[in-house]
Each structure stands twice: as C-alpha cells, then as structure tokens.
C-alpha cells in the first residue's frame, strides 16, 4: 500500500493496481474505516477499483498525523469488514435496436449472433467497484473476454440516461444523458440517480448486479 499527495487537498491510497474483488473489497473497507474514524478537516472520503481518495481541508489538517492515521487503519485490514453480504439487484434491460446501437458491432467484434452478446452479458453476476464519471455511474465487472469490445475512439456527444454499455471488461449504465464512449447495447427503465431519494444513487460500491433481457428489445 502507498499514500501519495495529490495537489494540496487530497491524498491517494493505493493498493495493487488490479481489476480484483479482494482488492477493491479492502479499499471499501479502508474507506468504511475512514468514514467511522472522521477526523478534523476530512471532507470526503471515495473508493475506487484499487485506491482511496482521501479529501481535506489543508487549512484545518495535520497532513502528517491524518498520513499516520490511514497507515494505522490499513494495517491489518480485514477485507470484508464492513461488507454485508447482498443479494443481487436485477436491472432489466431491452437490448438492441434503438436501445442497443451497438449491439451488432459488438456481435461483430465477438465474432458471434447478438443473441449470444445478450446472454452472455446477462449470464453473469457483476461487482460494482466503483462510483463515477457522472453521479450514480457504476463501473462494474467483469464482462465476458469475448464480448469485451473497446470503448469508441470518438465518443459520441450524448448517450441517453439508462443506456447499458461496455467498456473493455467493464459494463455500465448511463444515469444520465451524457456525452460517452462505451459500446451501448441496451436500455434500462431503472432510474439509476435520483437526488430525491434519500440515498440518490441506486447502486453503491460492492453491490452484484444481474442484467435481467426484456421483451420489447429489438435483438
């Protein structure tokens, strides 16, 4: 593990730079930990898939001494400490057509039927392992390799909230209209953010997600 300055408000814990449940597992719970202890000047503290963000106030911290309380909270951290145990949550999704626009040229890249793109993305368990992007952006994992297809080279200007997209290895769902690059194959009717709900975004870190197919995709 190293924790490294990032500008004058913010440090980095890093721990392996990995694609991996039991790293991103410690990072949540590091995080967690963090959280519980608080500590003067602390203004947030954000997961991600290998590291943890750590915001301050400079004004208001002792760099050294909030250094040394990260250090003490890593050592001997229990992977799972804080992690209750979930059941999936099932995201529907229609998928191709107008909803998929991508659907054919990631059966293209698989060297496969779209058919096969839908169940071999729905036939999987997912781990959020991070949050980001846009508010409520779940980046989860893993896809199957065979339809793991590059993101676009140009994104497109705007990708309508509810979109379901790869990535690479990485699947996702756009909360929002937003500009993207992700290999969109489907839609969701899931509000994925709602800053009226008293927990706004409807998938946190280390949550599983299963994608459900619906009737009414074009694929």
């Known amino acids: ?14 721990f392996e730079p990995v694609i991996d449940p039991v790293v991103n597992e410690r990072a949540i719970a590091l995080a967690s930990r963090l959280r519980q202890r608080g500590g003067r000047g602390i203004r947030d ?17 002792d760099l050294g001494a909030l250094e040394r309380a990260i250090a003490d909270d890593a ?12 059941a ?3 995201i529907p999704v229609a998928y191709g057509g107008e909803y998929g626009p991508d659907l054919e040229a990631v059966a293209a890249f698989a060297g496969c039927s779209t058919a096969d793109v839908i169940a071999w993305h ?7 392992y991070m949050l980001g992007f846009v508010p ?3 980046y989860m994992g893993r896809v199957d390799s065979r339809i793991a297809a590059p993101r676009h080279r140009v994104p497109r200007e705007r990708v309508p909230a509810g979109s379901v997209g790869i990535a690479g290895e990485q699947t996702g769902v756009y909360p929002v209209a937003s500009p993207g690059g992700w290999q969109v194959i489907g839609r969701t009717p899931a509000a994925m953010f709602d ?25």
Not at 45 to 61: E, K, N
């Open 136 to 138: 409520g952006f779940a």
């Open 75 to 86: 050592s001997g951290l229990d992977a799972t400490e804080g992690v209750t145990p979930r």
């Open 195 to 219: 800053a009226n709900r008293p927990q706004p975004s409807l998938l946190a870190a280390g949550d599983l997600v299963r994608f459900v197919p619906q009737p009414g995709g074009a694929a």
């Open 1 to 14: 593990m190293k924790i490294r300055e990032c500008g004058d408000s913010m440090l980095l814990v890093e």
């Open 45 to 61: 503290v954000v997961p991600g898939y290998c590291t943890v963000a750590v915001h301050f106030d400079p004004l208001q911290t």
């Open 88 to 90: 999936p949550i099932e």
């Open 122 to 128: 729905a036939a999987r368990t997912y781990r959020v």
